[in-house]
Each structure stands twice: as C-alpha cells, then as structure tokens.
Nanobody, 122 residues
C-alpha cells in the first residue's frame, strides 16, 4: 500500500503547479484524498480534500478560489491544481487517504505519501 506524491517545484508568485498523488496497492474510489502542507517551524495544515465516493470537494479558506482538488479513479490518482501561488504557500505538501470520507485532521488518515516540496519565490 503506497501513495506517491509528485509535481512540486520552484515557481514564481502568481504561478501554478499541479500535484499528483498516485495510489498503489489499493483503489482510491472509496477514499477521501486529503492534501496537507507543512512549512518549517509550523504545524501540519489541512489544505483540501476530494471525496472519491461522491465527488465532493473541500478547501481551507486560505486556498479557496485558488486551488482545485480532484481525482481520477481510472488512474487511481488524486490531483491538487494550485493557481495564483503566493510565497506563503511554500511548504512540503503531503497527500493522504482516508477510508470513505474526508477529514480535516491529519490523524484520521490511513495512508500517507512522502511529501513534495513547493517553493514560491521570485
């Protein structure tokens, strides 16, 4: 059972990145795919979640209107499209999977990816 996060990098303010979260060993169609981030010296922060079962999406206020979360059950992959990026979005981003539904607390998730670094800087 594994989640593989990818797509991070260095981008200028106002730019975009798309993160991917590929699952292996299990199927995501009955899971909530959550995204969290953690900046140096800060606690892990919930960012967004996609419910594969019903297509519902959830966002933290800090990213609402800029980020779009989605999933592709055929590819067993979740995505986080990040637009209008700001320096304060810089962090290591993690994807996680939780049985059946979404949650905003990291300890409720069953599986975690390894994290991908996002740096927003000019």
């Amino acid at each position: 059972v594994q989640l593989q996060a990818s797509g991070g990098g260095l981008v200028q303010p106002g730019g975009s990145l798309r993160l991917s979260c590929e699952a292996s060993g299990f199927t995501l169609d009955s899971y909530g795919i959550g995204w969290f981030r953690q900046a140096p010296g800060k606690e892990r922060e919930w960012v967004s979640c996609f419910s594969s079962r019903d297509g519902m999406t959830y966002y933290a206020d800090s990213v609402k209107g800029r980020f779009t979360v989605s999933g592709d059950n055929a590819k067993n992959t979740g995505y986080l499209q990040m637009n209008s990026l700001k320096p304060e979005d810089s962090a290591v981003y993690y994807c996680a999977a939780r049985t059946l539904t979404c949650a905003k607390t990291w300890w409720e998730y069953n599986y975690w990816g390894q994290g991908t670094q996002v740096t927003v800087s000019s």
